[in-house]
């Protein structure tokens, strides 16, 4: 072992025994540190992160890669527990470990794309990738066989052509059913199962519920024209002949109104923009050992 190497497993040992010092919150104590926070207290919001440092440790464990220090990886949590615990509402009444879980996610996942390629692709492209994977391995599953361009392409509406440039760039797929080279058994083994993801499902919901409160900024007619067009009602969304025989105007005065609705809301775009980058999962590969 290298003397880096023991450098960094003693900063591990001492950080690690530090935030084990502190003891872990009631949901009742979690509830009214929000409460304080929202009040503008530091100090609530700092025990608030040092209280869930051991959660981001826990989670940083699934990303460990000998790419990258695992110390490098729990601060870029840590930076994601700081933004959980600025945006933590106990209206919303679940625990904060489930809230924060997300957010520390999308921290650590984005540092990572951001350096685990010497050329490295835009963020938007990363998380494009990962979805694409997710979908070839879960067409996999479905079909018994490897999935075709078109068919991963079709099944999350993107072109083909997309599909396949990301797929050259983002290195080659492997199926599920490949042996693993340094023991037994294969890659659906390892693989992780998202068919449940509770933090997720917390997150699409305050998502929806800042998506209403960002449309607030808007006049009545606006924000129900944005909310026919975007799918709101009923999940269907509406044409601007709809829409307007809906509301007793012409299609082309709904489209003027949207242009301007969407204008207004790109000077407010701030609110809701963090929620812009969600990585959704950590991928369609087994964990790093």
Same mark, same amino acid.
């Given at each position: 072992?290298?003397?880096?190497d023991?450098?960094n497993?003693?900063s591990?040992?001492a950080?690690?025994?530090?935030? !084990?010092k502190?003891?872990? %919150?009631t949901?009742?104590? *979690?509830?009214? =540190?929000? &409460?304080?926070i929202?009040?503008?207290?530091? /100090?609530a919001?700092q ?17 460990a890669?000998p ?8 601060q870029?949590?840590?930076?994601g ?6 945006k933590?509402d106990h ?7 489930t809230?924060?879980a ?7 996942l984005?540092s990572?794309?951001?350096? !685990?390629?010497?050329?490295? %692709?835009p963020?938007?492209k *990363?998380?494009? =990738?990962? &979805?694409?994977k997710?979908?070839?391995?879960? /067409? ?6 490897k999935?075709?361009i078109a ?10 052509e997309?599909v396949?440039?990301?797929l050259?760039?983002?290195?080659i797929?492997?199926?599920l059913?490949s042996?693993?080279?340094h023991?037994?058994?294969?890659m ?8 449940y993801?509770?933090d997720?499902?917390?997150m ?5 519920e ?10 009545e007619? *606006?924000?129900k ?7 709101f ?5 509406y044409t601007?002949?709809?829409i307007?025989?809906e509301l007793?105007?012409s299609?082309?005065t ?5 242009i301007?609705?969407?204008?207004k809301?790109?000077?407010h ?5 963090e929620?812009?980058y ?7 590969v087994?964990r790093h050992?």
């Amino acid at each position: 072992m290298k003397a880096e190497d023991f450098k960094n497993e003693d900063s591990l040992k001492a950080y690690f025994k530090q935030i !084990k010092k502190t003891n872990l %919150l009631t949901f009742e104590e *979690e509830l009214n =540190l929000s &409460r304080r926070i929202q009040g503008g207290d530091e /100090l609530a919001k700092q025990k608030l992160i040092e209280s869930n440092l051991r959660l981001v440790v826990k989670i940083a464990k699934a990303y460990a890669t000998p790419e990258m220090n695992f110390l490098d990886i729990v601060q870029e949590g840590n930076l994601g527990l700081i933004k959980a615990a600025s945006k933590y509402d106990h209206k919303k009444n679940v625990r904060f470990s489930t809230y924060a879980a997300w957010w520390i996610r999308q921290s650590i996942l984005r540092s990572l794309s951001n350096k !685990k390629r010497p050329i490295r %692709l835009p963020y938007r492209k *990363e998380e494009t =990738l990962k &979805r694409i994977k997710r979908s070839y391995y879960s /067409l996999n599953q479905r079909l018994n066989r490897k999935p075709t361009i078109a068919e991963v392409a079709k099944d999350i509406n993107l072109k083909e052509e997309t599909v396949s440039q990301l797929l050259n760039m983002g290195g080659i797929i492997v199926s599920l059913d490949s042996e693993l080279s340094h023991e037994s058994g294969n890659m659906m083994e390892v693989y992780e199962d998202y068919t449940y993801d509770p933090d997720k499902e917390i997150m699409d919901k305050c998502l929806k519920e800042d998506t209403l409160k960002f449309l607030e900024h808007l006049m009545e007619k *606006e924000r129900k024209i944005l909310m026919y067009r975007f799918a709101f009602y009923g999940g269907k969304k509406y044409t601007l002949k709809t829409i307007g025989e809906e509301l007793g105007i012409s299609p082309e005065t709904v489209r003027q109104i949207e242009i301007r609705a969407i204008k207004k809301l790109r000077e407010h775009a701030d609110e809701v923009r963090e929620y812009m980058y969600e990585p959704v999962a950590a991928g369609p590969v087994g964990r790093h050992r």
